[in-house]
C-alpha cells in the first residue's frame, strides 16, 4: 500500500509516517517507480507507535520496544519488562517533580495572596 493508503488506515499523517520511516519504526519498499509500498502489517504496527507515542515515549525507546512487543510470548525474553520498568519510573520521577513545581507555586500563591492588596480595596 502507498504512504497516504497507510495514512489513510492508521489515521496518522504521510508526514508523520515519512518521519518513523526515518527513525526506522516502519519500513517499506519500493515500487518499480521508486513511490513506497508498505506492507499491510504496518498498519498495525504505526497504530502501536501512536500508542507509545501517547505514553510519553520518545521514538529511541520505542524502537527498542516494537521488536519485544512484537515477538511472541513464548520468545519474549525478560527484556520487554525491564524497558517498560524503567520507563513507569522515568515517568513516576516526571510526575515527582511536577507535584513538586505545583507545591512550589500554590504556595508562593497563597504568600502573595496574603500580602497583595485586591483592586477592590485599593
Known sequence: ???????????VSTRSL???????LIRS???????RDF???????????????AAGLGTVTIGELLPCL???AE??????????AQQVQRLEDK???????LDVLAALKRDTAAVTPTLASA
Open 70 to 72: 512484537e515477538a511472541p
Open 75 to 84: 520468545e519474549r525474553t525478560g527484556e520487554l519488562e525491564v524497558l517498560l
Open 1 to 11: 500500500m502507498r504512504i497516504g493508503e497507510l495514512a489513510a488506515a492508521s489515521g
Open 95 to 101: 510526575r515527582r517533580e511536577i507535584n513538586r513545581e
Open 18 to 24: 515519512r518521519y518513523y520511516e526515518e527513525q526506522g
Open 39 to 53: 506492507d499491510a502489517t504496518m498498519i498495525e504496527r504505526v497504530v502501536m507507535i501512536q500508542h507509545l507515542l
Open 29 to 35: 519498499g519500493r515500487t518499480p517507480g521508486g513511490w
